[in-house]
């Protein structure tokens, strides 16, 4: 992790606000815990040196793999909709930067983040990052994010950060009672949608079309 400048930094926080303003004005951030979160995870630790300089524009960021660190507003809804608790155990599919690993971390404390990553590079880069920011309660798995983690479950909740048709059931399975998962389903857009786990079965408690997100691979 490059030291930043005094004047770096400053700008960085400009922009940061600047970053939060719009996605409060745009209804895509309510939460103070999830506001915190976002203040506490600085994206620019997260995104390519030579992307740095865009790192708090409300817009994915493209990185290794044709993958993308997903768009704040999307990542702040997304946080906000899985309802996070202190202590909770979390399954993340597709671990990109580890942006989001990190901002899930922040929520859960003393909790624990597992995240699957199918590129072994990118599950590097996620590692490296979140080492460097000083992250210990996240756990990265280089493996297809398709079969979960069925060793570690069930789990909370469970965020799935890449476009899939249908959600599969071995995640679906993994999921603990009550526990609630997010993901954008459909083919060139996606809607997002939260599923919640009763014993009556499987419940979608949150539908909003309008989302672009890489396939789920």
């Not at 994915?60 to 899985?82: D, H």
């Amino acid at each position: 992790m490059k030291f930043l400048s005094k004047d770096d930094s400053k700008k960085n926080q400009v922009k940061l606000e600047a970053l939060i303003s719009t996605m409060k004005n745009t209804g895509f951030l309510n939460d103070p815990k999830v506001e915190s979160a976002f203040r506490n995870t600085p994206r620019h630790n997260f995104v390519p040196d030579s992307m740095k300089n865009n790192a708090y524009e409300n817009e994915p960021i493209s990185i290794m793999k044709n993958q993308t660190i997903s768009q704040p507003s999307v990542v702040s809804r997304m946080t906000e909709w899985l309802d996070l608790q202190e202590g909770q155990k979390i399954l993340e599919i597709g671990s990109g930067s580890g942006w989001q690993s990190a901002i899930l971390s922040n929520l859960v404390e003393s909790g624990k983040i597992f995240t699957v990553e199918r590129h072994i590079k990118l599950a590097n880069f996620a590692k490296e990052n979140l080492e460097k920011s000083g992250i210990k309660n996240v756990k990265i798995i280089h493996g297809d994010g398709r079969l979960g983690l069925p060793e570690e479950s069930p789990f909370d909740r469970i965020i799935i950060t890449a476009a899939c048709k249908e959600v599969p059931q071995k995640l679906l399975d993994q999921l603990s009672m009550n526990g609630l998962l997010i993901a954008p389903i459909g083919n060139e857009i996606q809607s997002l949608v939260v599923l919640k786990k009763t014993k009556d079965g499987i419940k979608e408690i949150k539908n909003q079309k309008g989302y672009v997100f890489v396939p789920l691979v």
